[in-house]
């Protein structure tokens, strides 16, 4: 599904050099629940976005589905991100301004081809039920606490129906209580065939994955199976 | 798109409300303005009526003479007939072409009631201004023998009164008998609205029309006009003459209209670069707020260019709150007919000031959305 083959990250600027990732190997099976954990630093979100094609390696390629797509243009890309791959944020990055079912929406306004006004609506309610919120459809993101956005931010990420679900620290701004419920909500997407990369710094929820990989100062340093898919 | 775009500018209208107002009151003022120029550029499309290079207006005031004063005024016409660079003379009243007097009566004809200029003059006037009668004739003084006093009415004057009656031959205020009719007769000047009004014959007789228009022959200079002055000065005694080039005076009477254009003009122009350059801070600040919704964007499939559009359409909803609270008030103008303008003119007055103020806000609106488009989303939601 995702395959990132001898990536190489570095971020330059007039004085100073930073190498975030070096000789990353990494294969991403379908339906596969994959974490990644490693300190502050260690290029845990640059991996992240590499594979979200929110940016692109300095060396090395990114393939999705089995397509290279290092070289596609900004149009491609945004294309590939909309209808294959979803985020969620540990910030959770909800428009305030917007009720939570129009928030929801906001990935199909994108999608080539614009589904009408009506299925929208029909499959942005679907999302939130998928995550129990139907009955908050209409209010605001600052009217919820921090589990209801983080689950307005996965039924966003699911509205499209995409292959692939990148969440980047989507317990890290909850309590352990809500941080399970979150993890259920994904546990089950990924049973539902979602492949899902996870970055966290939660131990006991990088066991709840079927595989954990560990980065330290931009390398690799550990890839280990927890469960069978 | 639309319809979110809509959505979030609405749920947002609090914090754009002051925004609103001032594109809102931009619309207005360039409604007025707009309205303005309309007007008179219509107007400066309507032709003239007559020619008025090489004529010269000519006021004699008898001042404290009482005596012959109509017979001394035929002298001085006489006199001014004999130069040979004058090639005509027409004595007429005080409200000559481009000066600051008028003169306007109401007139009826059976049911049909005008107001016209009115203007006596005698059988040489549309020679000398070269006028062009379209039915009928110019009246002459051999005319006056008659019950009714002959009268030139221009084509204003004919639709207010006769519609599609032939005009010729009909008395009009039981003493007024049309014998011609010309086209336009804008006295005032090109940005004039073209009236109604009516010529009415000089009789020879009457004391109180002192102007003579003269038209001279090409390249006739400052020499002669000093020697006419001096000429009727001495035959004239007491009596005090005054010229007038009439493209002077078209100068002055374009002055008195194009002065207060140009000061709307300038206020409307400091107005409009104050809300661009609101709308140019306020779009800055709204991107540099909302980069973490600019890096969402691009995460969920929003192109740069799509970013970019996103806010141009952004500030295209605002600027269309505006104007519909903006048309709410326009429209009442031509609906009430207000200021007796053509219903035309203000719905062109509006679409121009629609235009404007899109060109506008598109205008304010570039520069900043193309910046938002270059926001790196990765580096966007790691800020965040």
Same mark, same amino acid.
């Given at each position: 599904?995702i395959?990132?083959?001898?990536?190489?990250?570095?971020?330059?600027?007039?004085?100073?050099?930073?190498?975030?990732?070096?000789?990353?190997?990494?294969s991403?099976?379908?339906?596969?629940?994959l974490?990644i954990?490693?300190?502050? %630093?260690?290029?845990?979100s640059t991996?992240m976005?590499?594979?979200?094609?929110?940016?692109?390696p300095?060396?090395?390629?990114?393939?999705?589905?089995?397509?290279?797509?290092?070289?596609?243009?900004?149009?491609e890309?945004?294309?590939l991100?909309?209808?294959?791959?979803?985020?969620?944020?540990?910030?959770?990055?909800?428009i305030? &301004?917007?009720?939570?079912?129009d928030?929801?929406?906001?990935?199909?306004?994108?999608?080539?081809?614009?589904? /009408?006004?009506?299925?929208?609506?029909?499959?942005?309610?679907?999302?939130?039920?998928r995550?129990?919120l139907?009955n908050?459809?209409?209010?605001?993101?600052?009217?919820?606490?921090?589990?209801?956005?983080?689950?307005?931010?996965i039924?966003?990420?699911?509205?499209?129906?995409p292959?692939?679900?990148?969440?980047?620290?989507?317990?890290?701004?909850l309590?352990?209580?809500?941080?399970?419920? +979150?993890?259920?909500?994904?546990?089950?997407?990924?049973?539902?065939?979602?492949?899902?990369?996870?970055?966290?710094? &939660?131990e006991?929820?990088?066991?709840?994955?079927?595989?954990?990989?560990?980065?330290?100062?931009?390398?690799?340093? @550990? &890839?280990?199976?927890?469960?069978?898919? | 798109?639309i319809?979110?775009?809509?959505k979030? +500018?609405?749920?947002?209208?609090?914090?754009?409300?002051?925004l609103i107002?001032?594109?809102?009151?931009?619309?207005?003022?360039?409604f007025?303005?707009? /309205?303005?120029?309309?007007?008179?550029v219509?107007?400066?499309?309507?032709?003239?009526?007559?020619s008025?290079?090489?004529?010269?207006?000519?006021?004699?005031?008898?001042?404290?003479?009482?005596?012959?004063?109509?017979?001394?005024?035929?002298?001085?016409?006489q006199?001014? #007939?004999?130069?040979?660079?004058?090639?005509?003379?027409?004595?007429?009243?005080?409200?000559?072409?481009?000066?600051?007097? #008028?003169?306007?009566?109401?007139?009826?004809?059976?049911?049909?009631?005008?107001?016209?200029?009115?203007?006596?003059a005698?059988?040489?006037?549309?020679?000398?201004?070269?006028?062009?009668?379209?039915l009928?004739?110019?009246?002459?003084?051999?005319?006056?023998?008659?019950?009714?006093?002959? +009268?030139?009415i221009? #084509?204003k004057?004919?639709e207010?009164l006769?519609?599609?009656?032939?005009?010729? @031959?009909?008395?009009i205020?039981?003493?007024?008998?049309?014998?011609?009719v010309?086209?336009?007769?804008?006295?005032?000047?090109?940005?004039?609205?073209?009236?109604?009004?009516i010529?009415?014959?000089?009789?020879?007789? #009457?004391?109180?029309?002192?102007?003579?228009?003269?038209?001279v022959?090409?390249?006739?200079d400052?020499v002669?006009?000093?020697k006419?002055?001096?000429?009727?000065?001495?035959?004239?005694?007491?009596?005090?003459?005054e010229?007038?080039?009439?493209?002077?005076?078209?100068k002055n009477?374009?002055?008195?209209?194009l002065?207060?254009?140009?000061?709307?003009?300038?206020?409307?122009?400091?107005?409009l670069?104050?809300?661009?350059?609101?709308l140019f801070g306020?779009?800055?600040?709204?991107?540099?707020?909302?980069? %973490?919704?600019?890096?969402?964007?691009?995460?969920?499939?929003? /192109?740069?260019?799509g970013i970019?559009?996103?806010?141009?359409?952004?500030?295209?909803?605002l600027?269309t709150?505006?104007?519909?609270?903006?048309?709410l008030?326009?429209?009442?103008?031509?609906l009430?007919?207000?200021f &007796?303008?053509?219903?035309?003119?203000?719905?062109?007055?509006?679409?121009i000031?629609?235009?404007?103020?899109?060109?506008?806000?598109?205008?304010?609106a570039l520069?900043?959305?193309?910046?938002?488009?270059?926001?790196?989303?990765?580096?966007?939601?790691?800020?965040?």
């Amino acid at each position: 599904m995702i395959t990132l083959k001898n990536i190489e990250k570095v971020y330059r600027t007039s004085s100073i050099e930073t190498l975030a990732l070096t000789n990353i190997n990494l294969s991403i099976q379908a339906r596969e629940f994959l974490s990644i954990m490693g300190p502050s %630093g260690c290029g845990k979100s640059t991996l992240m976005n590499l594979m979200g094609l929110l940016d692109l390696p300095s060396q090395g390629n990114v393939e999705i589905g089995g397509q290279v797509v290092t070289q596609y243009g900004d149009k491609e890309l945004a294309q590939l991100r909309n209808q294959k791959i979803g985020f969620i944020f540990q910030s959770f990055h909800l428009i305030n &301004d917007l009720s939570v079912l129009d928030n929801v929406e906001i990935p199909l306004l994108y999608r080539k081809g614009d589904p /009408t006004g009506k299925s929208r609506r029909d499959l942005a309610k679907e999302a939130l039920e998928r995550v129990g919120l139907s009955n908050r459809m209409k209010h605001f993101p600052n009217q919820l606490s921090g589990g209801q956005k983080q689950r307005v931010a996965i039924a966003r990420a699911i509205v499209g129906r995409p292959e692939i679900i990148l969440a980047d620290e989507p317990t890290g701004n909850l309590d352990s209580a809500m941080g399970n419920e +979150i993890m259920a909500i994904l546990q089950q997407l990924n049973a539902e065939g979602s492949t899902i990369v996870m970055v966290t710094h &939660d131990e006991s929820m990088a066991k709840k994955t079927h595989r954990l990989v560990r980065l330290f100062d931009g390398s690799m340093v @550990g &890839d280990s199976t927890l469960q069978t898919v | 798109m639309i319809r979110h775009l809509f959505k979030l +500018i609405w749920n947002k209208k609090g914090s754009h409300a002051l925004l609103i107002v001032e594109i809102w009151a931009s619309f207005m003022v360039l409604f007025g303005l707009a /309205t303005l120029i309309v007007i008179n550029v219509g107007n400066y499309r309507q032709p003239l009526g007559f020619s008025y290079d090489n004529v010269w207006a000519i006021s004699l005031k008898s001042n404290q003479d009482t005596v012959e004063v109509a017979q001394k005024l035929q002298r001085a016409m006489q006199r001014l #007939q004999s130069y040979p660079e004058v090639e005509s003379v027409s004595r007429m009243s005080s409200n000559f072409p481009f000066s600051a007097s #008028q003169m306007s009566n109401g007139y009826e004809y059976g049911k049909q009631k005008v107001s016209a200029d009115s203007y006596v003059a005698d059988e040489n006037f549309a020679k000398t201004l070269d006028m062009t009668v379209t039915l009928g004739r110019w009246y002459r003084s051999a005319d006056s023998i008659g019950k009714y006093t002959p +009268i030139v009415i221009n #084509q204003k004057t004919r639709e207010a009164l006769f519609t599609n009656e032939n005009p010729l @031959g009909k008395i009009i205020d039981k003493r007024l008998k049309v014998v011609g009719v010309v086209d336009n007769f804008k006295a005032k000047g090109e940005f004039m609205t073209n009236k109604p009004a009516i010529f009415e014959l000089l009789k020879a007789d #009457q004391p109180w029309h002192d102007t003579m228009l003269i038209k001279v022959k090409p390249g006739t200079d400052a020499v002669f006009e000093a020697k006419v002055v001096k000429d009727i000065a001495i035959m004239m005694n007491g009596w005090s003459v005054e010229v007038d080039y009439l493209t002077d005076s078209r100068k002055n009477q374009h002055n008195l209209v194009l002065v207060p254009v140009i000061i709307a003009l300038i206020i409307c122009t400091f107005l409009l670069i104050n809300v661009a350059l609101g709308l140019f801070g306020v779009l800055n600040l709204s991107i540099a707020k909302r980069r %973490g919704e600019i890096g969402l964007r691009r995460a969920i499939g929003a /192109t740069g260019n799509g970013i970019s559009s996103q806010f141009v359409g952004e500030i295209w909803v605002l600027a269309t709150f505006s104007l519909l609270i903006g048309l709410l008030f326009a429209m009442q103008f031509p609906l009430l007919n207000v200021f &007796d303008v053509e219903s035309g003119i203000y719905v062109t007055a509006i679409l121009i000031a629609v235009l404007v103020i899109y060109a506008i806000v598109t205008l304010c609106a570039l520069f900043p959305s193309r910046q938002a488009a270059t926001i790196q989303p990765a580096v966007a939601l790691h800020e965040e």
